[in-house]
């Protein structure tokens, strides 16, 4: 009753405010001087309403998006994930006996024989499975996977009775908690722990290289309370999950831990070590960390939309994002965590790593980010992954790597087979992005400058230059496709590097010598293969004539925003027709055609063609859980539509930060709070009805601030928060605004003579529960 009262005083002063501003405020051309406030302009006035602030508006918001499972998940396409960014379980029922199996994954377990490489000496292995042993056969669930809580909880239901249960991985440490109790009738819980074979998952499509060895069986020892597996490798190493289940008053909980060790065998103490510390906690301490990280995960931006099949969408990949990895541990695989059977069980880098952590900058999910922490953990693999006449002053990297980054050696462009040359630039671009979201420069100076420079000195080795001063690549290959000269995938990211290092060289001062070499092949690169009918071409040599799955030969206009669209009618045509030329074969794409295809669109601002991507993606794609699979679990896709929709809601590439450039006539209502923009901006804004009503953007690095307000109709007022004192703008000729911000400003652009309150709050209410088996 309190707040209400004190919401409705504010809202008579505001409305005072707007009175009296009518009267006597300053005009547009005073306020974009930079005129002195009113003395009546109060800090009440210029503030926003959050309504989010705290835990129990959270837990009510994302509880109503949570996936719930009514019928018994048979998949792990349909079935509950869990996971601390390493290790990770997949609740659903496996084999013939109707039993609920928790299948376990870690992103640290794999193989080091090295015969094969990543995908088969090297590979990721599987580790087995927990089995809820009910006493009867399992005919119903009633499960729901608190986003909020990252915990499952409900009941399972069998021929027996019912039982309670509640699970969750540990967010800081690596135990699956799971307590049960019976809730009715004579059922009671048992484990027990299934062993799965170590052995490459890609061996089921491929046959072995020769000298692959086959590592030992596992052994298995159980007492009346628990149990260890214990896995050696035949490369050295180990692999030990243990588990115990003890009392907890009227539930039965049960703790079970993964190690891994290479090449000492000292698995079998680490997990005894994290299980001892587990229990000392005690469950409700144990309970109490777990939340305490999750609750402090979620607040750090807010992301809402009238589309509850989207906006539970969104949250989901969040929840899978920070499952699946952090900062500390390795870089994701094609699988996340969850490994099943799949014919990729490694990490992919000519699309899937980099599609994987997009969404983590506008979210603010710096500490997620182990891409950047792996590129810099390993910097010195990627110098031997060249042959070693280039290791001097270049790196590089093929298709596939563990989470050391060690691939086969890079092909060099103009030799035979398929050279992929430029997948670590494509990875840097995702390093550069961190370092444009945060403006950190110290990133900018020890990492993505010294990499950067290096990968670009490798392709700096093949170009050679025409009779009329052009530059051209040798043969190189076009991800999913094709070979051939001047690939638009390499040219693009060729140009993107050599423009990314002169604006590097110039912040920093650096001065470099090389820095002319660059503005000539910026200035002197072939143009983009392509023809005035179909638009862009693969390359020189190959024309795109058959249905393709990958953008790769698009990449100069997304993500790397270097071919300009909304400035050259020339470029915007060219995409438009490159788009309808790729999408028009249909035989071979896949889930990611259509989240890159929605960005597309977005980046020509066409909102509903954006959303009609993705509804495809969502009919035809995205399993129950929102998992995906092509020949086996690939979760890029996912994680790429949730990106997709930052597009369609907020862009900032070209320094400029662009608010709804691209909403759907069906998300008349969205809200948008602490959403990070390059330029280390933080943007908040609210669209109802259709019309945006205000944009809120705080400068946390005092970068130049260019504002597209989108539908925000004009003439602007632009104020400083708390205080309400009017901060000077321009309007550009384009119709952006030009704000002159500070480091730590915080301002609010409005409709002029606009003193509402400003809420942040969910867009609309939920309605259908749309993941999971509803």
């Known amino acids: 009753m309190k707040r209400l009262w004190t919401r409705w005083i504010m809202r008579l002063m505001a409305g005072s405010v707007a009175l009296a501003a009518a009267c006597d405020g300053p005009t547009a051309l005073e306020s974009s001087a930079g005129s002195s406030a009113p003395s009546h302009v109060g800090a009440f006035a210029w503030s926003l309403d959050d309504t989010m602030s705290t835990d129990a508006a959270w837990s009510s918001y994302l509880g109503g998006l949570d996936p719930v499972w009514r019928s018994v998940p048979t998949s792990f396409y349909q079935g509950p994930f869990l996971g601390n960014g390493a290790l990770g379980a997949s609740v659903y029922q496996t084999g013939a006996a109707k039993r609920i199996s928790f299948k376990l994954g870690d992103t640290r377990v794999r193989d080091h024989q090295g015969t094969g490489g990543s995908l088969f000496g090297n590979a990721r292995l599987p580790i087995g499975e927990l089995v809820l042993n009910t006493a009867g056969d399992v005919s119903d669930v009633d499960l729901r996977l608190s986003l909020w809580d990252a915990e499952l909880s409900g009941t399972v239901t069998t021929t027996k009775g019912v039982l309670s249960v509640r699970a969750y991985v540990h967010a800081q440490r690596d135990v699956l908690v799971v307590s049960t109790t019976v809730k009715s009738g004579a059922e009671k819980a048992a484990w027990s722990f299934v ?55 009227k539930a039965q909980t049960l703790l079970l831990t993964v190690a891994h060790s290479y090449p000492e065998s000292t ?22 960390e777990h939340l305490g990280w999750w609750h402090a995960f979620y607040p750090k931006s807010f992301v809402s939309m009238s589309d509850t099949r989207f906006e539970s969408f969104y949250w989901i990949q969040l929840y899978k994002m920070a499952s699946a990895t952090r900062r500390d541990r390795p870089v994701l695989s094609t699988t996340g965590p ?44 990627l110098v031997s992954n060249l042959p070693e006449d280039y290791r001097g002053d270049s790196v590089g990297m093929a298709r596939t790597s563990q989470e050391d980054l060690v691939t086969a050696t890079v092909a060099l462009p103009g030799s035979s087979g398929d050279p992929e040359v430029g997948n670590l630039i494509w990875a840097l671009h995702n390093a550069w992005l961190g370092y444009r979201h945060t403006m950190d420069d110290g990133v900018l100076r020890d990492l993505v400058f010294p990499l950067l420079r290096k990968s670009v000195n490798f392709y700096l080795h093949f170009l050679t230059k025409d009779a009329a001063g052009v530059y051209h ?14 690939c638009n995938y390499d040219l693009a990211l060729l140009r ?10 110039a912040r920093l001062g650096l001065h470099d010598p090389l820095a002319p070499t660059w503005q000539d092949v910026l200035e002197h690169l072939a143009p983009p293969p392509q023809d005035a009918t179909n638009g862009f071409w693969i390359g020189a040599d190959v024309q795109l004539t058959s249905s393709h799955r990958h953008y790769s030969h698009l990449l100069g206009f997304y993500p790397l925003y270097e071919l300009d669209v909304t400035t050259s009618r020339a470029n915007r045509d060219a995409l438009t027709k490159s788009m309808a030329h790729w999408l028009g074969y249909t035989g071979a794409l896949q889930g ?31 399993q129950p859980n929102t998992m995906y699979k092509e020949s086996g679990p690939v979760i890029e896709t996912p994680l790429s539509g949730a990106q997709s929709m930052h597009d369609m809601l907020l862009q900032s590439w070209g320094n400029t930060v662009r608010v709804f ?29 259709g019309k945006t009503q205000f944009i809120r953007i705080k400068s946390l690095a005092g970068e130049p601030c260019r504002i597209d307000p989108g539908n925000l109709p004009g003439p602007y007022d632009v104020r400083a928060l708390p205080d309400g004192r009017p901060v000077p ?37 939920p309605t259908n529960r749309f993941w999971g088996l509803p």
């Open 195 to 249: 062993p799965a074979q170590a052995r490459s998952p890609r061996l089921d499509f491929k046959p072995a290289p020769d000298g692959l060895k086959t590592n030992p069986d596992p052994v298995l020892r159980t007492s009346g309370d628990g149990g260890t597996c214990t896995q050696n490798l035949a490369a050295g190493g180990q692999t030990v999950s243990q588990w115990q289940s003890a009392p907890d008053g």
């Open 267 to 288: 698995a079998a103490a680490a997990a005894s070590k994290t299980l001892a510390a587990a229990r000392t906690k005690g469950a409700s301490g144990l309970r109490a």
């Open 338 to 381: 969850w490994l099943e059977k799949t014919p990729w069980p490694g990490v992919w880098w000519n699309l899937n790593v980099q599609l994987e952590y997009w969404l983590i900058d506008a979210t603010n999910h710096r500490e997620l980010d182990s891409l950047t922490a792996s590129l810099d953990r390993y910097r010195e693999n």
């Open 473 to 486: 690549l040798p043969r190189t290959f076009s991800p999913e496709y094709a070979s051939t000269a001047d």
């Open 496 to 505: 993107w590097g050599a423009s990314t290092l002169l604006a590097a060289d």
């Open 592 to 622: 990611y055609t259509f989240t890159g295809s929605a960005s597309m669109y977005a980046l020509l601002r066409e909102g509903d063609k954006a959303r009609g991507q993705l509804v495809t993606l969502f009919d035809k794609y995205v």
């Open 661 to 689: 450039p691209a909403v759907p006539a069906a998300w008349a209502d969205v809200t948008l709070h602490n959403v990070r923009a390059e330029g280390a901006f933080v943007v908040s804004a609210v669209r109802r009805g």
């Open 729 to 765: 703008f321009t309007t550009n000729g384009d119709g952006t605004l030009q704000v002159v911000l500070t480091r730590n400003d915080d301002v609010l652009l409005v409709t002029r003579g606009n003193t509402s309150n400003w809420t942040i709050a969910p867009a609309g209410k």
